[in-house]
């Protein structure tokens, strides 16, 4: 009997809204075009620990709306296990794939190029929060985040403005600041602070002087968002001690919203709050955007199956959905374009 091609699909790094929309796109174009498509779970750790499920038109039907990912994820990488890219070589042949379509950030993306070097054929598609892939205009769950962070943003005016506070909302973002940014620009905060300008004493005192300003003016409010990553620089007059306590295991910064609060609060006397928005902005139903990206990339990954073009990522560039090598992603981080910063800081003060 003629044993049909087959792909394989996983999610690996930190899940995001969007997931299920693009595995349900891969899987159903994919089987359209005659493929059986078997997800891995749990990430790259699942295709070691022989973690699979078939997937079918069944089990991927009315998931376009669920967050979080139906394969389950996980942070492992091979290259950080004994023999670990052999023993992804030897799955992939015992499952007898063709392709494997991984859905990932920078870290798993970056794994993926190593293994396309080395033989493997895959293809990827961008997916975070985050948006700090290299190569794609956006990645699929940015938009969701943005929206969630929105909402938080608008509900801390209302709250911010009976109280007469300083509001600080920190947000994701490790490495770069795009959901600060864009949440930040649609909610037209007074200040948005990100990890691509870190904070000198200058900064904070042109910041705190700011906010002294507004009081001086007759707004007893103001509505801050910041990034995880936003840093300290050089030497900051009269440094309060940071507060690190957060699970041992995690890859997120966080606290920064915390030491801001307390010199805030030394140099303006502003009464000052500190909301975190955490894994709420990573969870939930993801945003129409998001969908429909998800959709067009997973379409576009199976088109590539089709083509045997391997070693990519499907890439959203202007509104085009096209493709970029894994080698121009690889390690590399895509920082907030200024341009569009510039025009959310028209706004602040
Ligand atoms: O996936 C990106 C991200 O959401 C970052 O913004 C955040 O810092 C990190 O993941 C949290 O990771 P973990 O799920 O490992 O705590």
Known sequence: METK??????????????????IRAVTKS???????????????????????????RINTSGIIDRGGTIL?????????????PQQVFDRFNRLNLKALVVLGGEGTLSVSSKLYKMGLPVIGIPKTIDND??????????????????????????????????MLLEVMGRYAGWIATYAGMANGADAILIPEIPLNEA????????L????????NFSIVVVAEGTVLEGKIVALPEPDNSRAEDSTRLGGIANVLEKIIQQRTNLETRVSSLGYVQRGGTPVAYDRSLATAFGVKATDLVERKIYGVMTSLKGNRITTVPLEAV???????NMSIYRVAEYFFG
Not at 134 to 159: K, P
Not at 203 to 210: K, N
Request: net charge neutral; hydrophobic share 35%.
């Open 72 to 84: 389950g994820i996980s942070r492992v990488s091979p290259f950080a296990i004994e023999n670990g």
């Open 330 to 336: 690889q390690d590399k981080t895509k920082k907030v």
């Open 212 to 219: 002294t300003n507004r009081k001086e003016r007759g707004v």
């Open 5 to 22: 091609k087959r792909i394989g699909i996983l999610t690996g790094g930190g899940d995001c809204p969007g997931l299920n929309a693009a």
């Open 30 to 56: 994919a089987i359209q075009r005659g493929y059986d498509v078997i997800g891995i779970q749990n990430g790259w750790k699942g295709l070691l620990d022989n973690e699979t499920m078939t997937l079918d």
């Open 203 to 210: 900064r904070i005192e042109e910041f705190c002087q700011m």
């Open 133 to 166: 892939v290299a190569g794609t205009d956006f990645t699929i769950g940015f938009q969701t985040a943005v929206q969630i962070a929105t909402d938080a943003l608008d509900r801390l005016r209302s709250t911010a403005e009976s109280h007469h506070r300083v």
